[in-house]
């Protein structure tokens, strides 16, 4: 009997052991389950591209017909750059890493980036980009060629293209006048007909012909003043 005794203590505490440990196995469990289930949540694409919205201001827009988003000042004062994808989507981690701590809780991943950055695309859509002939724009303001009235920069005309440099109403022109003068055999006919072409092509907002280094000679044979 003493035997059996010990036999039936013995089973006793091996029933009861395990019991034990399943109860505090659950217990942990249903912690860990209401810990993640109190744990925020990112909110969903559309309302994190509302808060980037916020924090843009105005200053972004997508052209459907560019293929691309333009930012306001991105590069240069007054002018509405338009960015490649990798720099939007640049732009969005940086503007991400400013919220991250207040609305992105759980961090966020490439295919956030995504939805955001086409969430943007489709509540920016603008076509309106300035594409007139009296207004050219430099670093340092803008220029009405008609009226000679030199402005500050406008946010609101849309201007997509700028000449590389300060506007100096007391530049001249003529030392590169006579050098173009000078390459047409002293013609001043053909240079007056040359330097025309060079203002139109300076004015052309949807030209193609001329990339920075042209505009920057055709400015010096124009001087937006002699005609």
Known sequence: RLQGDWSSDVCSSDLTAPRIKTSTTAKKRTVDKNEKEQKPRNPSADVVADVLLQMYKGNLQYSQQHGGFFVYEYNSKGLWSMLSDNEIKGDIKNKFEIVKEEFLPKGYSMNLINDV???????????????????????????NINSKEFLPFN???????????????????EP?????????????????????????ALLDRKSTRLNSSHLVISYAVFCLKKK
Do not use: H
């Open 176 to 200: 590169i006048v006579k050098w173009i003068k000078g390459t047409q055999d002293n013609s001043w006919g053909r240079t007056q007909v040359l330097r025309a072409w060079l203002r139109a």
């Open 117 to 143: 950055m086409e969430q943007l695309k489709i509540s920016v859509i603008f076509e309106d980009w300035y594409e007139g002939k009296d207004l050219l724009l430099f670093t340092n303001g803008i220029l």
């Open 155 to 173: 946010r609101e005309l849309y201007m997509t293209q700028q000449l590389p440099y300060e506007y100096d109403p007391s530049a001249t022109c």
